[in-house]
C-alpha cells in the first residue's frame, strides 16, 4: 500500500479480526498513516478490550457512536489528504460511500500490505499437518 503518509486509516472491528497479527497490521500501517483507529457498531468496551489485549495503540475510535457518525467524526477532527476505510462487507463499502471515505476491501488491503489474514494463516497450517499426515 503506497500513497504517502498523509492518511486517515480506519478499520471496522470485523475486518480488524480476520487479521492473523492485527498488533503488527496496525505497527505497519503507521508507517504509511498518519492516524489510525478502529469503528465499529459494538460498545466501546468490547473495542477498548479488544485493543488492549491485542496491544493495539489507536488514535481514535468509535466510542458510543454507529460508524456512520464515527467516521464522519474522524473526518472532521483529523485534517489529512486521505479517509480509507478498511471494512469486511458490502455494508462498510456502502457505509465508506455514504460518508466520503475511500473503501479498501480487508483481503485486498492484506494483500497490498503482506498482512496475513487468520484464515490464511489456518488454511496454511493445515496445508503442513496435510503433508505430515502423508508421510510413511
Known sequence: MNGGSDMTLAFELEALKELASPESVFEDARGWSE????????????????????????????????????????????????????????????????????????????EAADWIVASSADDEDEDAEAVRDDWP
Open 35 to 110: 492516524y489510525i483507529g478502529v469503528v465499529s457498531e459494538k460498545p466501546t468496551y468490547v473495542v477498548t478490550n479488544y485493543t488492549r489485549k491485542n496491544r493495539i495503540r489507536q488514535d481514535f475510535f468509535s466510542g458510543p457512536r454507529g460508524k456512520a457518525e464515527s467516521l464522519e467524526a474522524v473526518k472532521d477532527q483529523f485534517d489529512t489528504e486521505r479517509y480509507v476505510f478498511i471494512g469486511a462487507n458490502e455494508d462498510d463499502e456502502a457505509l465508506a460511500e455514504r460518508v466520503d471515505w475511500e473503501y479498501l476491501p480487508l483481503e485486498d488491503a492484506a
